[in-house]
Nanobody
Framework: QVQLEQSGGGLVQPGGSLRLSCAVS????????MDWYRQAPGKQREFVAY???????YYAESVTGRFTLSRDNAKNTVYLQMNNLKPEDTAVYYC?????WGQGTQVTVSS
């Protein structure tokens, strides 16, 4: 059974950076696609980025050039590095793997 454990997030000023982590148990991330979504207050959950089991990551237009996905297969963990954060990035962020959602982590961008 796949289980996801998210960490990271918090409060940051505009222009700042944060890194989110999604640690996976029950399955090897080296053979599976991993996605990130986010949900802002009052809005629908939206796609942020995904990284396939092989190849390059793909990003939503709103985060391209600012967010970077990477994976550490030895730690079975995926990281979402978020740079140059904007207030509109404020949301709860979720990783999504093999039809399972992480518990979500709050990211707040505010001065």
């Amino acid at each position: 059974q796949v289980q996801l454990e998210q960490s990271g997030g918090g409060l940051v000023q505009p222009g700042g950076s944060l890194r989110l982590s999604c640690a996976v148990s029950g399955s090897s991330i080296s053979t599976t696609r991993m996605d990130w979504y986010r949900q802002a207050p009052g809005k629908q959950r939206e796609f942020v980025a995904y990284i396939p089991s092989g190849g390059s990551a793909y990003y939503a237009e709103s985060v391209t050039g600012r967010f970077t996905l990477s994976r550490d297969n030895a730690k079975n963990t995926v990281y979402l590095q978020m740079n140059n954060l904007k207030p509109e990035d404020t949301a709860v962020y979720y990783c999504y793997v093999q039809f399972r959602w992480g518990q979500g982590t709050q990211v707040t961008v505010s001065s």
